[in-house]
């Protein structure tokens, strides 16, 4: 069975700073991995992915994601945030073979003024 | 591209009664469409899965004469709630899988479901 640890409930940051968010994954397969955001009432919206081939994931809106398989890790980064990037974020996780999706428990980015 | 709807967006009905809520992919044909539920506050529980022209695959604890879910068509699933009591409300999700794209779900925008 596989398990999706975002390590942080909520992240507070200012505009134009950098902004980390903490992904881990367990699972015996190998995997994929997403990273979804999600605002108010609102569905979700794929970030990025990552397949295969490089581990160095860029996906919309400038963020990016690095994933590390020695750590089981698969954190997302933006170097500079903006107002407009206050919402949930979700990491999750399908093994290979499986299209199925295991989320994490979400973490809230709210970008101060 | 890749355009997935949810009808109702939001919808209230009275405990004891069914409620269905309906999913289409608008511009792509949706092999395998997924049903998600989500509290608030909280992340997101894979219900079931379902494959057109068969029957859904409920994961464990979700009952599945409560949650009726069908998948008629490459374009439209349903998920019907019965005799729905103030513990169904939640915001549903849907989300949908083309053929050629095994990794990548679709998502639709949720439905909020109230029971009273």
């Known amino acids: 069975a596989q398990s999706v640890t975002q390590l942080d409930s909520q992240v507070p940051v200012f505009e134009e700073a950098p902004v980390e968010l903490r992904c881990n994954y367990s699972?015996?397969?190998?995997?994929?991995l997403f990273w979804y955001v999600q605002y108010p009432n609102q569905g979700l919206q794929l970030l990025l992915k990552y397949l295969s081939g490089s581990t160095l994931v860029k996906g919309i809106n400038g963020f990016e994601a690095e994933f590390n398989k020695s750590q089981t890790s698969f954190h997302l980064r933006k170097p500079s945030v903006h107002i407009s990037d206050t919402a949930e974020y979700f990491c999750a996780v399908s093994d290979y073979g499986d299209s199925r999706l295991t989320f994490g428990e979400g973490t809230q980015l709210t970008v101060n003024p | 591209g890749a355009v997935v709807s949810q009808h109702p967006s939001w919808v209230i009905c009275k405990s004891g009664t069914s409620v269905k809520i309906e999913c289409r992919s608008l511009d792509f044909q949706a092999t395998t469409m997924f049903w998600y539920r989500q509290f608030p506050k909280q992340s997101l529980m894979l219900m079931a899965t379902?494959?057109?022209?068969?029957?859904?695959?409920?994961e464990q604890g979700v009952e599945k004469d409560k949650f009726l879910i069908n998948h008629a068509s490459l374009t439209l699933s349903t998920l019907t709630v019965t005799s729905a009591h103030p513990e169904d409300s939640s915001f549903y999700i849907c989300?949908?899988?083309?053929?050629?794209?095994?990794?990548?779900?679709?998502f639709g925008p949720g439905t909020r479901l109230t029971v009273t």
């Open positions: 989300s949908a899988r083309a053929a050629g794209t095994p990794y990548e779900q679709y």
């Open positions: 699972s015996s397969v190998s995997v994929y």
């Open positions: 379902s494959n057109e022209g068969s029957k859904a695959t409920y």
